[in-house]
Protein backbone atom coordinates (compact mmCIF):
# COMPACT_ATOMS: atom_id res chain seq x y z
CA UNK A 1 0.00 0.00 0.00
CA UNK A 2 0.57 3.78 -0.40
CA UNK A 3 2.33 5.09 3.01
CA UNK A 4 4.92 8.37 4.36
CA UNK A 5 7.76 6.19 6.23
CA UNK A 6 10.86 7.61 8.08
CA UNK A 7 13.44 4.76 6.13
CA UNK A 8 16.17 5.72 9.03
CA UNK A 9 16.82 7.44 12.53
CA UNK A 10 18.56 11.13 12.09
CA UNK A 11 18.50 14.65 12.71
CA UNK A 12 16.85 16.92 11.00
CA UNK A 13 14.03 14.14 9.95
CA UNK A 14 12.83 15.50 6.37
CA UNK A 15 15.87 13.53 4.68
CA UNK A 16 14.72 10.75 5.50
CA UNK A 17 11.23 10.75 4.77
CA UNK A 18 10.09 8.58 1.82
CA UNK A 19 6.56 8.56 -0.04
CA UNK A 20 6.49 4.36 -1.10
CA UNK A 21 4.04 2.42 -2.81
CA UNK A 22 4.93 -1.37 -1.33
CA UNK A 23 4.32 -1.05 2.57
CA UNK A 24 3.34 -4.47 3.50
CA UNK A 25 -1.17 -4.58 3.83
CA UNK A 26 -2.64 -5.12 6.98
CA UNK A 27 -3.01 -8.02 8.64
CA UNK A 28 -6.20 -9.52 9.79
CA UNK A 29 -8.19 -8.02 12.37
CA UNK A 30 -8.44 -8.86 16.13
CA UNK A 31 -11.59 -8.92 18.19
CA UNK A 32 -12.09 -5.39 19.32
CA UNK A 33 -10.39 -3.81 16.07
CA UNK A 34 -11.15 -1.76 12.75
CA UNK A 35 -9.64 -1.24 9.80
CA UNK A 36 -9.65 2.35 8.57
CA UNK A 37 -8.93 3.88 4.79
CA UNK A 38 -6.99 7.14 5.45
CA UNK A 39 -8.84 10.57 3.78
CA UNK A 40 -6.48 12.83 5.52
CA UNK A 41 -3.10 12.91 7.68
CA UNK A 42 -2.17 15.50 9.79
CA UNK A 43 1.52 16.07 11.53
CA UNK A 44 2.33 16.47 15.16
CA UNK A 45 5.31 17.36 16.77
CA UNK A 46 5.30 13.62 17.53
CA UNK A 47 6.37 12.76 13.83
CA UNK A 48 9.64 14.80 14.69
CA UNK A 49 10.51 12.71 17.53
CA UNK A 50 9.78 9.57 15.89
CA UNK A 51 12.32 10.55 13.30
CA UNK A 52 14.66 11.89 15.44
CA UNK A 53 14.32 8.94 17.70
CA UNK A 54 12.07 8.91 21.21
CA UNK A 55 14.56 8.82 24.15
CA UNK A 56 14.18 5.27 26.23
CA UNK A 57 12.31 3.99 23.67
CA UNK A 58 13.54 1.40 20.94
CA UNK A 59 11.96 1.74 17.34
CA UNK A 60 12.88 -0.05 14.54
CA UNK A 61 13.37 1.59 10.63
CA UNK A 62 11.86 1.96 8.39
CA UNK A 63 8.66 2.63 10.02
CA UNK A 64 5.11 4.47 9.85
CA UNK A 65 4.43 7.49 11.77
CA UNK A 66 1.51 9.68 12.28
CA UNK A 67 -1.10 10.09 15.28
CA UNK A 68 -3.84 12.10 13.77
CA UNK A 69 -6.20 10.99 11.01
CA UNK A 70 -9.85 11.42 9.76
CA UNK A 71 -11.09 7.77 7.75
CA UNK A 72 -13.50 5.48 7.09
CA UNK A 73 -14.38 2.39 8.68
CA UNK A 74 -14.34 0.06 5.86
CA UNK A 75 -14.26 -3.38 8.17
CA UNK A 76 -14.47 -4.75 11.90
CA UNK A 77 -13.15 -7.64 14.01
CA UNK A 78 -15.08 -9.86 15.87
CA UNK A 79 -17.18 -8.54 19.10
CA UNK A 80 -17.29 -5.37 16.85
CA UNK A 81 -21.04 -3.52 15.87
CA UNK A 82 -21.05 -3.73 11.96
CA UNK A 83 -22.95 -0.25 12.25
CA UNK A 84 -19.14 1.16 12.49
CA UNK A 85 -18.97 0.14 9.02
CA UNK A 86 -18.87 2.92 6.43
CA UNK A 87 -18.64 5.81 9.54
CA UNK A 88 -16.68 8.63 9.08
CA UNK A 89 -14.10 8.83 12.09
CA UNK A 90 -11.27 10.54 13.55
CA UNK A 91 -8.69 8.54 15.98
CA UNK A 92 -7.41 8.89 19.66
CA UNK A 93 -4.26 7.40 19.18
CA UNK A 94 -3.51 7.22 22.87
CA UNK A 95 -4.20 3.56 23.35
CA UNK A 96 -4.54 2.88 27.45
CA UNK A 97 -2.16 0.06 28.65
CA UNK A 98 -4.02 -1.94 31.46
CA UNK A 99 -2.19 -1.38 34.82
CA UNK A 100 -0.16 -4.53 36.12
CA UNK A 101 -1.60 -6.43 39.19
CA UNK A 102 1.20 -6.65 41.78
CA UNK A 103 0.47 -7.79 45.36
CA UNK A 104 2.96 -5.52 46.78
CA UNK A 105 1.51 -1.77 44.88
CA UNK A 106 -0.48 -0.10 47.05
CA UNK A 107 -4.80 0.58 45.64
CA UNK A 108 -4.43 2.98 43.25
CA UNK A 109 -1.03 2.82 42.53
CA UNK A 110 -1.16 5.70 39.74
CA UNK A 111 -3.64 8.39 39.14
CA UNK A 112 -2.39 8.70 35.55
CA UNK A 113 -3.27 6.25 32.96
CA UNK A 114 -0.12 4.80 31.03
CA UNK A 115 -0.79 5.45 27.01
CA UNK A 116 0.83 3.22 23.75
CA UNK A 117 0.27 5.83 20.71
CA UNK A 118 -0.41 4.87 17.51
CA UNK A 119 2.31 6.43 15.12
CA UNK A 120 4.77 6.16 18.21
CA UNK A 121 5.20 2.99 19.91
CA UNK A 122 2.81 1.44 16.96
CA UNK A 123 2.97 1.77 13.45
CA UNK A 124 0.47 4.97 12.61
CA UNK A 125 -1.44 6.44 10.34
CA UNK A 126 0.31 8.15 7.39
CA UNK A 127 -0.62 5.10 4.57
CA UNK A 128 -3.08 4.63 3.12
CA UNK A 129 -4.95 2.27 5.43
CA UNK A 130 -4.68 1.73 9.10
CA UNK A 131 -6.06 -0.20 12.16
CA UNK A 132 -7.20 0.66 15.25
CA UNK A 133 -9.55 -0.29 18.33
CA UNK A 134 -12.73 0.63 17.89
CA UNK A 135 -13.19 1.90 21.42
CA UNK A 136 -10.59 5.04 19.90
CA UNK A 137 -12.68 6.09 16.98
CA UNK A 138 -15.15 8.95 17.55
CA UNK A 139 -17.85 9.64 14.96
CA UNK A 140 -17.71 13.03 12.63
CA UNK A 141 -20.10 14.26 9.93
CA UNK A 142 -20.14 12.61 6.75
CA UNK A 143 -19.84 16.39 4.81
CA UNK A 144 -16.90 17.18 7.29
CA UNK A 145 -13.76 18.37 5.57
CA UNK A 146 -11.33 15.80 6.06
CA UNK A 147 -8.20 17.70 6.14
CA UNK A 148 -9.96 19.77 9.23
CA UNK A 149 -11.52 17.14 10.68
CA UNK A 150 -7.69 15.10 10.93
CA UNK A 151 -6.60 18.46 11.71
CA UNK A 152 -8.74 18.39 15.12
CA UNK A 153 -8.19 15.13 17.24
CA UNK A 154 -4.63 14.92 19.35
CA UNK A 155 -4.21 18.50 19.69
CA UNK A 156 -7.82 19.56 21.02
CA UNK A 157 -7.95 16.63 23.33
CA UNK A 158 -4.17 17.13 24.68
CA UNK A 159 -5.55 21.18 25.24
CA UNK A 160 -8.83 19.64 26.75
CA UNK A 161 -7.44 17.43 28.58
CA UNK A 162 -4.82 19.53 30.36
CA UNK A 163 -6.98 22.51 30.77
CA UNK A 164 -10.26 21.84 31.40
CA UNK A 165 -10.21 18.00 32.90
CA UNK A 166 -6.61 18.66 34.92
CA UNK A 167 -6.83 22.31 34.95
CA UNK A 168 -10.59 22.74 36.25
CA UNK A 169 -10.82 26.00 33.48
CA UNK A 170 -13.82 27.98 34.35
CA UNK A 171 -15.60 29.84 31.73
CA UNK A 172 -14.18 33.23 31.48
CA UNK A 173 -11.11 32.93 34.11
CA UNK A 174 -8.03 34.46 32.13
CA UNK A 175 -5.57 32.23 30.18
CA UNK A 176 -1.96 32.44 28.81
CA UNK A 177 -0.56 30.67 25.90
CA UNK A 178 2.90 30.60 25.14
CA UNK A 179 4.61 29.80 21.58
CA UNK A 180 1.60 30.86 19.88
CA UNK A 181 1.32 28.46 16.31
CA UNK A 182 1.64 24.80 16.85
CA UNK A 183 -1.31 22.88 16.88
CA UNK A 184 -1.92 22.18 20.64
CA UNK A 185 -1.25 26.05 21.08
CA UNK A 186 -3.97 27.04 18.55
CA UNK A 187 -6.50 24.51 20.37
CA UNK A 188 -6.07 25.87 23.48
CA UNK A 189 -6.40 29.82 22.31
CA UNK A 190 -10.27 27.93 20.92
CA UNK A 191 -11.26 26.65 23.87
CA UNK A 192 -10.38 29.29 26.19
CA UNK A 193 -12.30 31.59 23.32
CA UNK A 194 -14.95 28.86 23.01
CA UNK A 195 -15.25 29.15 27.09
CA UNK A 196 -15.10 32.80 26.92
CA UNK A 197 -11.56 33.83 28.23
CA UNK A 198 -9.70 36.34 28.07
CA UNK A 199 -6.32 35.33 26.83
CA UNK A 200 -3.04 36.33 26.20
CA UNK A 201 -0.30 34.74 23.58
CA UNK A 202 3.43 34.96 23.15
CA UNK A 203 5.51 34.65 20.25
CA UNK A 204 8.99 34.90 18.48
CA UNK A 205 7.25 36.13 15.34
CA UNK A 206 5.00 39.23 14.63
CA UNK A 207 3.32 37.54 11.52
CA UNK A 208 1.78 34.70 13.91
CA UNK A 209 0.52 37.02 16.80
CA UNK A 210 -1.55 38.79 13.90
CA UNK A 211 -3.16 35.40 13.33
CA UNK A 212 -3.91 34.55 16.84
CA UNK A 213 -5.81 38.08 17.18
CA UNK A 214 -7.16 37.20 14.33
CA UNK A 215 -8.85 34.28 16.14
CA UNK A 216 -9.54 36.07 18.85
CA UNK A 217 -6.00 36.60 21.56
CA UNK A 218 -6.62 39.93 23.41
CA UNK A 219 -2.87 40.36 24.06
CA UNK A 220 -0.22 39.38 22.06
CA UNK A 221 3.04 39.49 23.11
CA UNK A 222 6.23 39.57 20.98
CA UNK A 223 8.84 37.11 23.04
CA UNK A 224 12.29 38.38 22.12
CA UNK A 225 14.00 37.37 25.04
CA UNK A 226 12.68 39.94 27.86
CA UNK A 227 11.05 39.30 30.65
CA UNK A 228 8.14 39.41 29.54
CA UNK A 229 5.51 38.57 32.42
CA UNK A 230 5.45 42.32 33.23
CA UNK A 231 2.99 42.99 30.23
CA UNK A 232 0.89 39.80 30.80
CA UNK A 233 0.92 41.11 34.50
CA UNK A 234 -0.28 44.48 33.18
CA UNK A 235 -2.78 43.44 31.19
CA UNK A 236 -4.23 41.53 33.82
CA UNK A 237 -4.10 44.92 35.72
CA UNK A 238 -1.12 43.31 38.19
CA UNK A 239 -3.68 40.51 39.40
CA UNK A 240 -1.82 37.86 37.15
CA UNK A 241 -4.04 35.32 34.76
CA UNK A 242 -5.45 31.71 36.17
CA UNK A 243 -3.78 30.11 33.90
CA UNK A 244 -0.87 29.25 31.78
CA UNK A 245 -0.48 26.78 28.99
CA UNK A 246 2.93 26.12 28.25
CA UNK A 247 4.49 23.60 25.53
CA UNK A 248 7.77 25.09 24.78
CA UNK A 249 9.42 24.69 28.39
CA UNK A 250 12.88 26.24 29.30
CA UNK A 251 12.61 29.59 27.34
CA UNK A 252 9.42 30.31 28.91
CA UNK A 253 8.19 28.46 32.02
CA UNK A 254 9.80 30.97 34.44
CA UNK A 255 7.94 34.15 32.67
CA UNK A 256 4.54 31.86 33.05
CA UNK A 257 5.44 30.61 36.93
CA UNK A 258 5.41 34.85 37.29
CA UNK A 259 2.69 35.32 35.18
CA UNK A 260 0.42 33.65 37.42
CA UNK A 261 -2.63 34.70 40.11
CA UNK A 262 -2.73 33.22 43.14
CA UNK A 263 -3.91 29.72 43.36
CA UNK A 264 -3.32 29.52 39.21
CA UNK A 265 -2.43 26.70 37.42
CA UNK A 266 0.38 26.29 34.97
CA UNK A 267 -0.72 23.01 32.72
CA UNK A 268 1.99 21.32 30.37
CA UNK A 269 2.22 18.86 27.72
CA UNK A 270 5.73 19.08 26.48
CA UNK A 271 9.00 20.93 26.74
CA UNK A 272 10.20 22.12 22.96
CA UNK A 273 12.53 24.20 24.32
CA UNK A 274 14.01 21.62 26.82
CA UNK A 275 13.01 20.21 29.93
CA UNK A 276 16.12 21.83 32.01
CA UNK A 277 13.56 24.85 33.33
CA UNK A 278 13.99 27.43 35.90
CA UNK A 279 11.24 27.90 38.24
CA UNK A 280 10.41 30.01 41.41
CA UNK A 281 9.62 27.96 44.11
CA UNK A 282 8.64 30.64 46.31
CA UNK A 283 6.48 32.05 43.54
CA UNK A 284 4.66 28.28 44.05
CA UNK A 285 4.31 28.04 47.43
CA UNK A 286 3.27 31.82 48.68
CA UNK A 287 1.01 31.91 46.04
CA UNK A 288 -0.70 28.25 45.99
CA UNK A 289 0.10 27.48 42.16
CA UNK A 290 -1.12 24.23 40.76
CA UNK A 291 1.15 22.14 37.97
CA UNK A 292 0.09 19.49 35.98
CA UNK A 293 1.70 17.83 33.26
CA UNK A 294 -0.38 16.26 30.96
CA UNK A 295 -0.17 13.74 27.96
CA UNK A 296 -3.11 13.08 25.17
CA UNK A 297 -6.10 12.01 26.74
CA UNK A 298 -8.81 9.32 27.58
CA UNK A 299 -11.18 7.78 24.98
CA UNK A 300 -14.27 9.53 27.21
CA UNK A 301 -12.37 12.94 26.47
CA UNK A 302 -11.86 12.36 23.28
CA UNK A 303 -15.32 12.11 22.65
CA UNK A 304 -16.47 14.53 24.61
CA UNK A 305 -14.54 16.80 22.70
CA UNK A 306 -15.15 15.31 19.53
CA UNK A 307 -18.73 16.95 20.26
CA UNK A 308 -17.96 20.29 20.12
CA UNK A 309 -16.41 19.39 16.77
CA UNK A 310 -19.38 17.78 15.38
CA UNK A 311 -21.68 20.88 16.42
CA UNK A 312 -19.44 23.29 15.26
CA UNK A 313 -18.31 24.96 18.17
CA UNK A 314 -14.61 24.25 18.39
CA UNK A 315 -12.83 24.24 14.56
CA UNK A 316 -8.55 23.75 14.49
CA UNK A 317 -6.76 25.74 12.21
CA UNK A 318 -5.08 24.60 9.00
CA UNK A 319 -2.09 25.69 7.88
CA UNK A 320 -0.88 23.58 4.73
CA UNK A 321 -2.29 20.81 2.63
CA UNK A 322 0.13 18.52 0.81
CA UNK A 323 -0.54 15.94 -1.74
CA UNK A 324 0.97 12.11 0.38
CA UNK A 325 3.66 11.92 -2.37
CA UNK A 326 4.49 15.38 -1.44
CA UNK A 327 5.22 14.56 2.29
CA UNK A 328 8.58 15.60 2.48
CA UNK A 329 7.35 19.15 1.75
CA UNK A 330 5.28 19.22 4.70
CA UNK A 331 7.69 17.57 7.40
CA UNK A 332 9.78 19.94 6.12
CA UNK A 333 7.54 22.96 7.18
CA UNK A 334 6.81 21.58 10.34
CA UNK A 335 10.52 20.95 10.90
CA UNK A 336 11.30 24.41 10.13
CA UNK A 337 8.46 26.03 12.50
CA UNK A 338 7.18 27.43 9.65
CA UNK A 339 3.32 26.81 10.48
CA UNK A 340 0.67 28.51 12.11
CA UNK A 341 -1.98 25.86 13.04
CA UNK A 342 -1.77 22.25 11.60
CA UNK A 343 -0.14 20.51 8.29
CA UNK A 344 -2.03 17.93 7.00
CA UNK A 345 -1.73 15.56 4.42
CA UNK A 346 -4.15 14.23 1.95
CA UNK A 347 -4.64 10.65 0.61
Known amino acids: ?101 HPSDPPASTLAPIFELI ?28 GEAAAFGLCALTAWSMMVTKGGLASGQSVLITGIGGGVATAALAIAKHRGCPVAVTSRHRWKLDKASALGADLCVLDQGQDWSKEVRAWSLRRGVDMAVDSSGKATHLNCIKSLARGGAYVTPGCTSGPDATTDLARVFWNQLRFFGSTMGTNAEFREVTALFRSGLLRPVVDETFDAADAASAYARLEGAEQFGKIVIRW
Open 1 to 101: MRAVVVERQGNPVTPNIRFRTDWPELSPLKPGEASLRTLATALNHMDLWVGKGVPGLTLDYPRVSGCDACAVVEAVGPGVDGAWVGKRVIVNAAMMVPERD
Open 119 to 146: GEHHHGMLRERFTAPIKNLAVVPDNAEP
